[in-house]
């Protein structure tokens, strides 16, 4: 019997288990789906099938692995309001703005993008003694590991460029977004063959199964630093190959030339896309004293303009938290914020009594720079912005924290903007962005916020392994 996966519940009946764990919907708190649990021994099964199909596929030209991913593009665009309206239920992120239907299409992007891809040996020398050639051979199989705030589009990102480069793949979605990763490979798999490409849904222990696999090659994880820490433990028996994406906490210093009006609806989604649940999201806001104002201003304006609400109405923007850890954490740090005497300029007061985990759309000024609203990574829809009277001192701040994933420079002077940017400690700087992803651009975290890059020809480097070949 063939399944409709175009459709919602089509989608969702060739993987939901009747008798799994209940999915709730973080906007409504209603039953999105049941999930099937693996276990470490579906790991084991799931490892040794990738292991089985990985000599096939490598052995296949890089054409032919091209040609299944613009496929698998494809069959994502046949079925991408299904996708989006199951990631909509199940990760609580509205369908509009930079969401849902924005993940999905992600998806479909990055595997176009991987697909026309090529990674060429170089030649490294070639003189009338020697000639050698870096070759990029497939690491094997890769095992991935990801999170619950952008699941779809992250778990692409991981396997994309590792089947690719030849490369089978075992993933472990989020515990809290199972149902939308399984959704996706299943549409996927219409055109990919067997066991290239397998999803084991389960808890952290599962992925600490798959993490600690003898028989796993190369490890992609992206999470939290402390899981990473773990990770990268566990990884020292195995000598698995590691990319980490790990948490961050990215500075946006506003220059005295800006134009608050110009940029404010940009610093706004450069800080709330995702309702804040992104890892390279603006954290932390510094801006000049002869600015201050004007930019409050100007973003409060924004935060008006843009509705939150249940993901599956069309006018909404901004949506709920994805789970009560992750409202608890955000509840508790904004709480500490006002008691510390912060000025909140809109949100800051959740409604009692509601259905899902909805935080408002919260600005804080006045606070100081090392208030824990500040130094820690919040995840929410929250952005503290700090005054500052020395570019020196606020450069001082964006550098002082352990992790170093995003950050952001603001003016209209670009040679300006681009000396404060060299200045950063981060694996990306945008200029007059944020967080502007681009599948030809590589990204990675420094210090604390992990290693290895993703996307682009590097991307494709860190899922092989190097062969140099000389004569
Ligand atoms: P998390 O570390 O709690 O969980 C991530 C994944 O790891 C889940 O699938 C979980 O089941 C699994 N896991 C837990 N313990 C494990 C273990 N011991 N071994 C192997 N796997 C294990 O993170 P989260 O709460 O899902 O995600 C939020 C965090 O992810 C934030 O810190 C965010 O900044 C970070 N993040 C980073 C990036 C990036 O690209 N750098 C992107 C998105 C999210």
Redesign the pocket.
């Known amino acids: 019997m063939s399944t409709d996966l175009t459709t919602f519940a089509g989608l969702l009946s060739t993987i939901e288990d009747p008798n799994g764990r209940e999915l709730l919907d973080p906007a409504t708190g209603e039953v999105v789906g049941r999930t099937r649990e693996g276990s470490t021994a579906d790991i084991d099964t799931a490892v040794a099938a990738a292991r089985k199909a990985q000599s096939d596929w490598a052995s296949r030209s890089s054409e032919e692995r091209s040609e299944l991913l613009n496929k698998a593009a494809d069959a994502v665009e046949a079925s991408a309001e299904a996708l989006a309206e199951l990631l909509s239920r199940e990760q609580g992120k509205p369908l509009n703005g930079p969401n849902a239907r924005f993940e999905v299409g992600a998806c479909a992007a990055w595997l176009r993008a991987n697909a026309a891809f090529e990674l060429e040996p170089e030649v490294l020398v070639d003189d009338e003694e020697t000639h050698a050639e870096l070759h990029y051979a497939p690491v094997g199989v890769v095992g991935a590991?990801?999170?619950?705030?952008?699941p779809m589009m992250?778990s692409v990102w991981q396997f994309a460029p590792s089947l690719k480069m030849g490369n089978t793949v075992v993933l472990?979605?989020?515990?809290?977004t199972p149902l939308s990763v399984q959704a996706l490979v299943a549409v996927i798999n219409e055109v990919l063959p067997a066991d290239v490409l397998t999803v084991v849904p389960g808890?952290?222990e599962v992925?600490?199964a798959?993490?600690s696999h003898a028989d796993v090659d190369k490890i992609m994880?992206?999470?939290?630093?402390?899981?990473g820490q773990?990770?990268m433990r566990s990884a020292a028996d195995t000598l698995a190959r590691l990319t980490l994406?790990?948490?961050?906490n990215d500075a946006g210093i506003v220059l005295e030339n800006a134009d608050p009006a110009a940029i404010a609806g940009d610093l706004f989604w450069g800080a709330f896309i995702n309702t804040g649940q992104t890892?390279?999201a603006m954290k932390r806001l510094y801006v000049p004293e002869s600015l201050y104002d004007q930019v409050c201003e100007a973003l409060v304006e924004v935060a008006k303009q843009s509705p939150m609400g249940v993901g599956l109405e069309e006018e909404n923007v901004l949506g709920p938290l994805q789970n009560k850890q992750q409202y608890d954490i955000v509840a508790k740090l904004v709480q500490a914020a006002k008691d510390s005497g912060a000025r909140v300029l809109t949100g800051g007061d959740p409604a009692a009594d509601q259905p899902g985990y909805f935080y408002p759309t919260t600005l804080v000024a006045d606070i100081d720079n090392d208030n824990p609203l500040v130094a820690e990574?919040q995840?929410g829809p929250v952005l503290p912005i700090i005054k500052y009277t020395d570019l020196e001192q606020a450069i001082g701040w964006a550098n002082e924290l352990e992790v170093g994933?995003g950050s952001s420079v603001w003016g209209s002077v670009l040679e300006e903007c681009k000396k404060v940017a060299a200045r950063l400690q981060a694996g990306s700087t945008w200029i007059n962005k944020h967080g502007a992803v681009d599948p030809r651009i590589p990204f990675g975290?420094v210090k604390k916020?992990?290693f290895g890059l993703e996307f682009g020809l590097e991307g494709l480097k860190h899922v092989s392994v190097p062969h140099v070949i000389s004569w």
Do not use: M
């Open positions: 590991v990801g999170p619950w705030n952008w992250i472990k979605p989020s515990e809290y808890s952290g992925g600490a798959l993490t994880f992206t999470g939290s630093t402390k899981t773990a990770i994406e790990l948490g961050g890892c390279a990574e995840f994933l975290g916020s992990g």
